[in-house]
């Protein structure tokens, strides 16, 4: 799917995604890296959906907004320093643009999405086992981001899903998978949503461990950081079909 907006040189892509059933989570005897919030592993069954074939850049967020919050300038980097809160309201502004229902994905869509989907692969890293084919971390970064989409993508065609920038999910943040939904949704502890909100995948600034499609981490929502990104979701059975999508 292609969405086109004014102020954009080019549409962006959003990359269907066949449902399944995965593992979410980690294994303590194959992964001695995992931490205790990535247990225990659970089966999730995820409908389809789409998700963003980048994170969303600068390029696309100042077609949104007219701004640009982001600390490392450039239209193809990844936009940077917008909080959980910022992302609701240029998924609002958008949605208003282009008739669609875009939204963050949930933590489980993440990660499904991350582990190639239906492809079910066993990879540490979105694509690989070693990370500098994927992805931008400390070690090859030079501590800045990275225009998206100059490492190898995963099997989806999903590029920078392992570091660049954390991406925000949709998700509330709880402590391990006790009690986590089992059918890909957002896990919303109350109405008031009072926690701290998950993150995912990693980003320039950290080491390989963090970078793994099994870490978590999470963030307030009003946090603010110059490593802090998202990408955009659409559930398939919402998606609409205004002029500026196709």
């Given at each position: 799917?292609?969405?086109?907006?004014?102020?954009?040189?080019?549409?962006?892509a959003m990359i269907p995604i066949?449902?399944?059933?995965?593992?979410?989570?980690?294994?303590?005897?194959?992964?001695?890296?995992?931490?205790?919030?990535?247990?225990?592993?659970?089966?999730?069954?995820?409908?389809?959906?789409?998700?963003?074939?980048?994170?969303?850049?600068?390029?696309?967020?100042?077609?949104?907004?007219?701004?640009?919050?982001?600390?490392?300038?450039?239209?193809?980097?990844?936009?940077?320093?917008?909080?959980?809160?910022?992302?609701?309201?240029?998924?609002?502004?958008?949605?208003?643009?282009?008739?669609?229902?875009?939204?963050?994905?949930?933590?489980?869509?993440?990660?499904?999405?991350?582990?190639?989907?239906?492809?079910?692969?066993?990879?540490?890293?979105?694509?690989?086992?070693?990370?500098?084919?994927?992805?931008?971390?400390?070690?090859?970064?030079?501590?800045?981001?990275?225009?998206?989409?100059?490492?190898?993508?995963?099997?989806?065609?999903?590029?920078?899903?392992?570091?660049?920038?954390?991406?925000?999910?949709?998700?509330?943040?709880?402590?391990?998978?006790?009690?986590?939904?089992?059918?890909?949704?957002?896990?919303?502890?109350?109405?008031?949503?009072?926690?701290?909100?998950?993150?995912?995948?990693?980003?320039?600034?950290?080491d390989a461990q963090n970078c793994?499609?099994?870490?978590?981490?999470?963030?307030?929502?009003?946090?603010?950081?110059?490593?802090?990104?998202?990408?955009?979701?659409?559930?398939?059975?919402?998606?609409g079909k205004p002029d500026g999508?196709?």
């Amino acid at each position: 799917m292609w969405v086109d907006l004014p102020g954009l040189p080019e549409p962006f892509a959003m990359i269907p995604i066949d449902g399944g059933a995965f593992l979410m989570g980690s294994d303590k005897k194959a992964d001695p890296d995992a931490f205790d919030d990535e247990f225990p592993r659970h089966e999730v069954r995820v409908p389809g959906f789409l998700l963003g074939r980048y994170p969303v850049t600068q390029e696309l967020w100042e077609a949104v907004t007219g701004d640009n919050p982001s600390f490392f300038k450039g239209k193809k980097r990844p936009v940077e320093q917008v909080s959980w809160e910022d992302t609701q309201i240029f998924i609002k502004k958008l949605n208003e643009k282009t008739g669609e229902l875009f939204r963050l994905p949930s933590e489980a869509e993440w990660e499904y999405a991350a582990r190639g989907g239906p492809h079910k692969s066993p990879y540490r890293y979105a694509g690989s086992d070693k990370l500098k084919e994927v992805g931008w971390f400390g070690s090859n970064s030079h501590r800045e981001t990275k225009p998206v989409g100059l490492k190898a993508p995963n099997e989806l065609g999903l590029y920078d899903m392992s570091g660049n920038v954390w991406e925000w999910c949709e998700d509330d943040w709880d402590v391990d998978y006790q009690k986590a939904p089992d059918n890909g949704s957002a896990w919303i502890d109350s109405p008031d949503r009072g926690s701290n909100r998950v993150n995912r995948g990693g980003s320039y600034f950290n080491d390989a461990q963090n970078c793994r499609v099994a870490y978590r981490n999470n963030n307030t929502p009003s946090n603010r950081n110059r490593n802090l990104g998202f990408r955009l979701a659409l559930s398939l059975q919402l998606k609409g079909k205004p002029d500026g999508c196709h």
